[in-house]
């Protein structure tokens, strides 16, 4: 089965090679006088299968990269908040809307992009748990109570 873009490729080349020869020739160089590419045998080369599941995966780089990003301002709203430059319990407020932020776009993802929509749920866990752990161990704003409860209900959700 003939790929387009492959196809391309070869006219090209031989496009390229024909005013190579031209220009040879005008040059005084010796050159064949046509040059013809031998035609590759395509039954070697893989057949691209598009239905299988790992299909999507070249696209999975720049989500996992969002994400990343996603992860370095959680940590910079906990330096913000660890440094008292935002008051504790707006921090921790901005923090879980950051989180049920991703959580959002992930519900809002196509069935196509269900990786994606996995990453960006599973962003909105490392931003959320560690947060109401901290908020309760460290920063005692939250009652002791509360955050198992908390927690359980935003890992229900992703």
Known sequence: MPQPEWEACQRELIELAQRVARLEQYAGLSAPAAVQPPAPDLAEYP??????????????LPVIGRALLGLAGAYLLRALTESAAVPGKLGIAIGIAYALGWLGLAARRPLEERWSAAIDSLTSVLILSPLLWEATARFHLLAPGRRPRSCSYSLSSA
């Open 47 to 60: 057949v691209v299968l598009t239905e299988h599941p790992l299909a999507e995966m070249p696209n999975l």
